[in-house]
């Protein structure tokens, strides 16, 4: 069974375990992503021969990593013996790789050892085999690294979470500059001067669809390693990065005269404010002229440092986007004069607000700067041209203690940019004209008014009554779908007022009833259908070797432009519900089938027990949850939940279990009702802990119940039960004794045969004497039995016959209340038995039919039942939410204006009155 993507990203964070608490974050992710790299070259090119675009010395993989695990040199011998060979052998830096040998960090002696054993075995798992990771754009081993990135970035906190854009925040600039569309070939160049981990520079060449160039520069040695490594694990070895040394003291990427090369496109997230950018250089002065004639920008805020370089760097038809604070939209001074210049040459072709908290090295809101060479010129004389500016701040999703853009949040970003058309509220373009008069300070709110309108209270409304026309013709797109609905819920009060037309509670049914809301339910329903039929087609048409990214794309943007225009639902939102799905099921099922296809992918695992570690040691424990069991045995099949199948299959063998399950719930109900009630101090069920407890109980009380009916009969048992005890006691006794003892058969036990058949054959005085003791006290215990049993029979029949006379006397009362307990007990036991047994039968049955699914059977199951089932009923979900809002918002206005202040002032005074009349009565006045 193929690795789930979900699995895979899991099981490599638990890597990390074997490092936390020793070092921060920082510096673990070395040591994982190191290992991770090597494990992913050797998979895949261990054995592709010397042309191979990188190589894995003889002697340096990742089965050779593993034959150093529990040895004492393990740190140093990775250092020399792997890390060393594949660092040379590709052109790598020492530095690139994890210090494996470090003491500080590591530990010494058994700790190292043990820790680098453990780090290596997690990656051992067959299940991790990246031979075969990447097809056609769906690299999961990628991803899973992007993750990681993702992580190491949160735990490292503001200090040192700067080496990883976000991956949403990378797709989004990838796109505004346009290089999807572009004719790019391999000589296209894609640089980025503050590359950090790399992986803004990879969703570009994402984006690019074909081969490109590469360039990157990092400051950070550790860093510019990890990107190296990324480049290689997103299948891009050829990546130029340079490490070392800043981007503005230092660059690395200049032509053969000295000047600085240029790109095709550039992007960065540089480090924001710097306060040391000027650090090795005379910005007055600078060789590269990165800074004339657009003017130095000060020496503690580095931001429109960096953007003069990007600007450089760039083509005359060169493109760009930079991520940077606000600040560089509105500040002073020195970079006020900057921004103009920019401004005048047309550079700048967009400025997109985004979320705050959505970066790793800070919580300020970011924005990234569109720019675009090969248009500047014609852009600026355009009388109507101007900066597109765009408001996205608000879209966004929580996660953890960051703030995460989703994919309606991507997709709208982009498209609204590329349309280059108004969104009230959202976006728009700018003119020149009006830069101006606003002294080309480019602050968004300027321009753009994104506070949600405000919910003006009526004073009017409030005095006289009435709902305010206003509010009511905001609900316009309702109306536009159901115009007779308008009058079915308001009437008219007076000029520029209605009331309800409906009592408060009627209101939602109101809606829901109303024949033009059904009709555009039905319409919406059909609509959905028209969309679901033939994506049920295509994918039931897929197979083995599919490709799950473009596939889920393709059904996003299908689904996206089915709903576009249509009235109420938004199309945005109706994506989102199908990306979400995509992430937390969808995805992952495509991946099995694309390495496994319909039949093998839908069949059952067994699953296993897993160690994990303890307070108390190592524990065996069940890593995932089961589709069904058959004995001690659990399973699951990855791809059809058993819930579908019994859905399917055996709904009423269902039906009976949810019935009994029911029924099972009831009953303890039941009796937690009747402890709750008679468990306190002197209730019948005070003592009662247990079904042990409570028949205990119930014989006493049925003696006292008993005995008010024949006084003699509980003194009579009594003295039976005495001599039965007596009896018992010294049988026991007997049993002791060695002559008896030495009578007992094979399994211990000894008998009154055994006894009798001595007793006739010893001529021992002592041994006669001793098993006539022992068969008299039998004879004794039985007459003692004999005595007994009537007496109880009798007890019974008193005290049940009175229980059913009297049932409500005080005398029974304990006795019915115990009676009652041991029969819901009863009833309990036996119907969790037969839920059991049933349960039982059911997994027998999905144990059976697993493996006899038929392809056909398998695509409903997952394709119908599975996806398109969740989907739709997400669908429906926002289709609900359609009516609730309007449900909400007219019960708020009833609400609000359906008391006039002239109504609760009357009421005031009429509570007042009673108040001061009450107040008399108790010789009180109120002044």
């Known amino acids: 069974m193929p690795l789930k993507k979900s699995d895979l990203y899991s099981t490599i964070w638990q890597s990390c375990d074997a490092l936390r608490g020793g070092m921060d974050a920082s510096q673990y992710k070395n040591y994982v992503l190191t290992i991770l790299f090597v494990k992913y070259i050797s998979d895949k090119y261990a054995d ?97 690294y992007e993750y990681l990135m993702r992580h190491f970035a949160t735990e490292s906190g503001k200090s040192k979470g700067q080496f990883y854009t976000p991956s949403e925040v990378s797709r989004i600039m990838a796109s505004l500059i346009g290089i999807a569309n572009a004719k790019v070939t391999s000589d296209t160049s894609i640089y980025d001067p503050t590359c950090g981990s790399g992986s803004l520079l990879l969703k570009v060449a994402d984006a690019a669809g074909t081969e490109v160039t590469l360039y990157g520069q990092e400051k950070d040695v550790a860093t510019a390693g990890l990107a190296r490594m990324n480049m290689i694990l997103h299948n891009s070895p050829g990546a130029l990065i340079e490490g070392g040394a800043s981007t503005i003291a230092n660059p690395k990427f200049k032509e053969d005269n000295g000047l600085l090369k240029t790109f095709d496109y550039v992007v960065a997230n ?37 953007l003069l370089h990007i600007i450089r760097s760039l083509k005359s038809t060169g493109k760009g986007a930079c991520i940077l604070p606000h600040g560089v939209l509105f500040r002073g001074n020195a970079e006020a004069d900057i921004r103009k210049n920019l401004i005048e040459r047309g550079y700048i072709k967009g400025i997109i607000g985004l979320p705050p908290n959505l970066f790793y090295g800070t919580g300020i809101p970011a924005c990234i700067v569109v720019l675009d060479k090969a248009d500047a010129e014609k852009r600026r004389k355009d009388p109507k041209g101007g900066i597109y500016m765009m408001d996205a701040s608000a879209g966004f999703k929580k996660e953890g203690a960051k703030n995460r853009l989703r994919e309606m949040d991507i997709h709208r970003i982009v498209d609204v940019f590329t349309k280059q058309e108004p969104v009230n509220g959202y976006a728009r373009l700018v003119t020149w004209d009006e830069i101006e008069r606003n002294e080309f300070n480019l602050n968004i709110p300027r321009y753009i008014d994104s506070r949600p309108p405000e919910d003006i209270q009526d004073i009017d409304g409030h005095l006289n009554g009435g709902i305010p026309e206003r509010d009511v013709n905001a609900l316009k797109p309702y109306w536009e779908v159901c115009p007779a609905l308008r009058t079915t819920l308001f009437k008219e009060n007076r000029s520029g007022y209605v009331d309800l037309a409906v009592d408060k509670a009627a209101i939602r049914p109101a809606i829901h009833e109303h024949a033009e809301f059904k009709q555009y339910s039905a319409g919406m329903e059909a609509h959905y259908t028209k969309w679901r039929k033939p994506t049920v087609t295509k994918l039931k048409a897929l197979g083995k070797g599919l490709h799950p990214k473009p596939e889920v794309k393709g059904l996003g943007e299908g689904v996206l432009a089915h709903y576009a225009g249509k009235p109420l639902i938004g199309a945005y939102d109706v994506y989102q519900l199908l990306m979400d799905y995509a992430e937390e099921v969808l995805r992952d099922d ?137 009896a018992n006691r010294r049988l026991r006794e007997l049993e002791d004794a060695p002559g008896i003892r030495a009578l007992a058969n094979a399994k211990g036990k000894v008998t009154q045969t055994l006894v009798k058949a001595r007793n006739k054959s010893t001529t021992d005085p002592d041994e006669l004497m001793l098993t006539a003791d022992y068969l008299a006290m039998v004879a004794k215990k039985k007459e003692a039995n004999d005595a007994l049993k009537p007496l109880l029979e009798k007890a019974e029949q008193l005290a049940t016959k009175r229980l059913k006379d009297e049932p409500e006397h005080e005398d029974v009362q304990e006795l019915r209340i115990l009676t009652q307990y041991l029969e819901l007990n009863e009833a309990l036991s ?56 309007l449900t909400g918002r007219v019960a708020e206005l009833g609400e609000r204006y359906g008391r006039t202040m002239p109504s609760l002032a009357d009421d005031v005074e009429t509570l007042a009155a009673k108040v001061e009349g009450h107040l008399k009565q108790m010789d009180f006045a109120w002044n």
């Open 48 to 144: 592709a021969g010397p042309y191979a675009e990188i190589k894995v010395p003889k002697g340096a993989s990742f089965k050779d990593m593993v034959a150093l695990k529990g040895t004492d040199n393990i740190g140093d011998d990775i250092n020399k013996k792997i890390l060393g060979p594949i660092a040379e052998a590709n052109k790598l830096s020492k530095s690139d790789l994890a210090d494996f040998d470090d003491p500080v960090l590591l530990g010494d002696g058994p700790e190292k050892k043990d820790k680098l054993t453990d780090l290596i075995a997690i990656f051992q798992d067959p299940a991790l085999d990246f031979s075969k990771n990447r097809a056609d754009g769906d690299d999961i081993l990628g991803d899973a």
């Open 830 to 885: 036996g119907k969790k038995a037969e839920l059991k047994k049933r349960k039982e039968e059911l997994d027998a049955l999905l144990h059976a039919k697993y493996p006899t699914l038929s392809e056909a059977e398998v695509k409903i199951l997952v394709v119908e039942d599975k996806w398109m089932d969740t989907l739709s009923a997400a669908v429906h979900g926002e289709m609900d939410r359609i009516s609730q809002r």
């Open 270 to 306: 540089p480090p924001f404010s710097d306060k040391r950018w000027g650090q090795g250089i005379k910005p007055s002065k600078d060789e590269h002229k990165r800074f004339e004639p657009y003017g130095v920008p000060p020496p503690k805020q580095g931001d429109y440092a960096y």
């Open 590 to 726: 495509l991946y099995i089938l694309s390495e496994e296809g319909w039949g093998i992918g839908a069949q059952v695992r067994e699953l296993q027990k897993v160690k994990v570690k303890k307070d108390d040691g190592e524990k065996l424990v069940w890593a995932e949850a089961h589709d069904y069991a058959i004995g001690k045995r659990r399973f699951k099949s990855d791809l059809i939940p058993g819930t579908l199948l019994v859905a399917r299959y055996f709904a009423k063998e269902q039906t009976v279990i949810t019935e009994l399950a029911g029924a099972v719930e009831s009953l303890k109900a039941e009796l937690d009702a009747l402890n709750e009630e008679h468990s306190g101090e002197g209730g019948a069920l005070s003592a009662v802990d247990n079904v042990k407890d409570a028949y205990k109980a119930y014989d006493e009380a049925l003696l006292d119940v008993a005995a008010t009916v024949d006084e003699a009969i509980g003194d009579n048992i009594e003295k039976a039960r005495t001599e039965l005890a007596d």
